[in-house]
């Protein structure tokens, strides 16, 4: 079965890109969703991946209209795992793959050192979603820390 990797564009999408090798069960075969721009369509080039209608950071209305879109995304790839760095995309994707009984992980962006993003706020509320920081100083329960995208850093 296959990791669904499910991010926007930007930030979050390089982010996820950096983290992706260390998600078990992410291989060649991972499917990339975001938006259609430049980064995506350079980054995901030779990848498998799906691009979906554009949703700004805080756009509730178009977050719950991609819904559909997402469970119909999530119903023909059948994947073992959705992950998603969000933003507003994570509130389209991360529900629906709950409610198919699929595990879904939440990994809150590296920018967000002090505590959970809107979008980390409402992943908590949605059961069965892992949560993961990048920090360690603020993963208390439920948020896990795995490591972040700041671990291939060294000081010099």
């Given at each position: 079965m296959t990791v669904l990797l499910v991010a926007a564009t930007g930030g979050h999408l390089a982010q996820l890109n950096d983290l992706a090798p260390r998600i078990p069960g992410v291989d060649e075969n991972a499917v990339w969703v975001?938006?259609?721009?430049?980064?995506?369509?350079?980054?995901?080039r030779d990848r498998p991946h799906v691009f979906?209608?554009?949703?700004?950071?805080?756009?509730?209305?178009?977050a719950l209209r991609n819904v559909p879109i997402a469970a119909g995304i999530i119903r023909q790839i059948k994947p073992s795992l959705v992950v998603s760095t969000g933003n507003a995309i994570a509130v389209s994707f991360?529900?629906?793959?709950?409610?198919?009984?699929i595990p879904a992980?939440?990994?809150?962006?590296?920018?967000?050192?002090?505590?959970?993003?809107?979008?980390g706020r409402i992943m908590r509320r949605v059961p069965g979603v892992q949560l993961?920081?990048?920090?360690?100083?603020?993963?208390?329960?439920?948020?896990?820390?795995?490591?972040?995208?700041?671990?291939?850093?060294?000081?010099?």
């Amino acid at each position: 079965m296959t990791v669904l990797l499910v991010a926007a564009t930007g930030g979050h999408l390089a982010q996820l890109n950096d983290l992706a090798p260390r998600i078990p069960g992410v291989d060649e075969n991972a499917v990339w969703v975001t938006f259609d721009n430049p980064q995506s369509r350079s980054m995901l080039r030779d990848r498998p991946h799906v691009f979906v209608p554009y949703t700004d950071s805080r756009d509730a209305g178009t977050a719950l209209r991609n819904v559909p879109i997402a469970a119909g995304i999530i119903r023909q790839i059948k994947p073992s795992l959705v992950v998603s760095t969000g933003n507003a995309i994570a509130v389209s994707f991360l529900p629906a793959a709950r409610l198919a009984g699929i595990p879904a992980a939440y990994i809150e962006s590296a920018a967000r050192a002090e505590g959970p993003s809107l979008t980390g706020r409402i992943m908590r509320r949605v059961p069965g979603v892992q949560l993961f920081s990048q920090y360690e100083d603020w993963a208390t329960p439920p948020w896990n820390y795995a490591g972040s995208i700041f671990d291939k850093f060294a000081a010099a």
